[in-house]
């Protein structure tokens, strides 16, 4: 095994805490993992964790050897980028996260036309409507709606996405059609809303007379999965509140239909998260670039129709 591999592994058990999470996250089984940690251990002749069956922490050598690994990494990886940079041909590993609907249809489709381009740079994709720390899950890139929690890294907006609210004719035969924000926080109406951890109660910020105003929102059902609320929306169960993008289709054939026109939803951010470093590579770089093209291009021809 390569000692910069060791030493990857090490970095991601110490920063996830666990063997069997930095396993999956270098996509290797927990007993390479552990082999990986072992040889390490027995070269620098120290124990680097101590590990019961229910715990695994971090010895104080092993708590050095972390601050000067990634360095070493760091290090590593800057000069495999200037090499990258000097030929015009960057290699190495991209790890990139986006939610669910960002991913699924502004990112992964070009994802190979990116690789085919750069056959030297492998992408790890992540997706997931859950918040992300970029840092401490050793990202790239993360790719966003909304705010981001306040932080030291940089922000490049995309777009403005639009937004709707949304029904299916079903649910508004059964239901009604709601044309205001105050319809909605009545609680006459199930809303469906996206559920993670650490996920505040739900508001819907939306476009008033008076400017915007948040409404408090309640539903039956709740999901961590954003493509589940437009299922649940198309099967009748509610109303979503949705990128125009993620819905274009079933706005276009009526399967969905909006709703609150009166106060409709602000839009919503688009943007990608990275630190100073990663904007110096160029593999990062040029990836940023390349999605950005393809997603601005995608947004504005679904927000035309």
């Avoid at 041909?89 to 990139?96: M, S």
């Amino acid at each position: 095994m390569s000692y910069f591999d060791n030493i990857r592994t090490f970095i991601r058990v110490y920063e996830l805490g666990s063997m069997s999470a930095a396993a999956r996250d270098q996509r290797i089984s927990p007993a390479v993992a552990s082999a990986r940690i072992s040889q390490l251990e027995a070269h620098l002749d120290v124990r680097l964790f101590q590990r019961t069956t229910r715990s695994l922490t971090p010895t104080e050598q092993g708590q050095l050897f972390y601050e000067g690994a990634c360095g070493v990494l760091e290090a590593v990886e800057s000069a495999e980028a200037s090499i990258g940079d000097v030929t015009d041909n960057p290699r190495g590993t991209l790890y990139i996260a986006a939610p669910l609907g960002v991913g699924r249809r502004l990112i992964a489709p070009h994802t190979p036309e990116f690789t085919a381009q750069y056959p030297l740079v492998d992408v790890r994709l992540r997706l997931s409507d859950r918040n992300i720390d970029l840092t401490a899950e050793g990202l790239d890139i993360s790719f966003f709606l909304g705010r981001p929690a306040d932080s030291n890294l940089r922000i490049r907006k995309i777009a403005d996405c639009q937004r709707v609210l949304c029904a299916s004719p079903a649910y508004i035969e059964s239901h009604g059609h709601p044309k205001t924000g105050a319809e909605i926080e009545r609680g006459q109406h199930n809303c469906l809303n996206l559920r993670y951890p650490g996920a505040a109660e739900f508001q819907w910020e939306l476009e008033t007379s008076d400017g915007p105003q948040k409404f408090n929102v309640r539903g039956r059902i709740e999901c961590d999965d954003g493509d589940v609320l437009t299922d649940w929306a198309l099967a009748g169960a509610g109303i979503a509140l949705k990128p125009v993008f993620e819905i274009a289709e079933h706005l276009r054939s009526g399967a969905l239909v909006p709703v609150v026109e009166e106060t409709p939803p602000l839009p919503v951010q688009m943007a990608c998260l990275y630190t100073h470093r990663r904007h110096q590579d160029p593999k990062a770089r040029l990836f940023m670039e390349f999605m950005i093209e393809r997603i601005e291009s995608a947004i504005r021809a679904t927000e035309q129709t």
